[in-house]
């Protein structure tokens, strides 16, 4: 199957690259290559069997800074792409927060997004709850708890799945038949504040959802199943950290 994986420089795209890479021919555009990928503005021309778009612009708080390159960069990117490849099947990165789209400019894109990939037949919109793994985004909220970085937590829960978790799922997809909108989640939320039970509780977030919980009775019927667990991950994470600080 020749696939075109957007955004395959990006946290889940270069992870789902090496597990395709086997058994597919693919392509990859991504923004870090250079201006000349802007999927904006580049030429498309050719033609895949399949499409999974995983570019554009996350971070809840990133957006309420610059509404507007989410935009363009979720918005009218994925609307260039469904209108040139109306026929293709295009599994589509969403997010957990359109839940509530109207509590900042990343989970209206989000929203934009579903709406526009609901007029077309061959789409599938992935709205990926909290992905993490051992080697988590710098900045991110796993990555200072880690690291001991982390200042405070928030009175928030959320669906954590990790990464390998997240590709089976996105495989899944791949040769499935369903169409829409599916989360993809463990169904298992975790309060974040019981993470650090020693730091101050952020209380004061207006543009965030308080609960994150994945549905995944669809993933459920095709076989689909996490196989990680969240805590036990977590654990394994902060004991190397120990071991690593005490060996500098």
């Not at 990939?117 to 990555?143: A, C, N, W």
């Not at 989640?185 to 977030?205: C, M, Q, R, Y």
Request: glycine residues 6%; aromatic residues 10%; contains cysteine.
């Amino acid at each position: 199957m020749k696939i075109l994986i957007t955004g395959h420089r990006g946290f889940i795209g270069r992870h789902l690259w090496d597990i395709l890479k086997e058994n597919h021919e693919l392509v990859g555009y991504d923004i870090k290559d250079g201006p000349e990928q802007d999927l904006l503005t580049m030429p498309l021309v050719e033609d895949f069997d399949c499409i999974i778009h995983l570019a554009g612009e996350s971070g809840v708080r990133e957006s309420i800074k610059d509404p507007s390159l989410y935009w363009r960069n979720n918005v009218e990117v994925t609307k260039r792409l469904f209108e040139r490849y109306s026929d293709t099947k295009i599994l589509y990165a969403s997010s957990s927060s359109v839940y509530e789209p109207w509590l900042n400019p990343y989970a209206a894109s989000k929203h934009m997004l579903e709406l526009m990939g609901g007029e077309l037949d061959e789409t599938i919109g992935m709205r990926f709850h909290t992905v993490y793994s051992d080697t988590p985004r710098k900045g991110m909220f796993l990555q200072k708890l880690i690291d001991g970085e982390l200042e405070y937590v928030t009175a928030h829960s959320r669906d954590f799945i990790h990464i390998d978790d997240v590709c089976n799922a996105i495989i899944y997809l791949l040769y499935t038949e369903i169409k829409g909108i599916l989360d993809i989640g463990t169904g298992n939320s975790h309060k974040v504040a019981d993470l650090a039970p020693d730091l101050p509780v952020e209380i004061d977030t207006p543009h965030e959802r308080d609960l994150t919980c994945a549905n995944i009775d669809e993933l459920k019927k095709l076989g689909w199943e996490p196989e990680h667990d969240f805590h036990k991950d977590l654990t394994t994470y902060l004991n190397y950290s120990k071991i690593a600080n005490n060996n500098v």
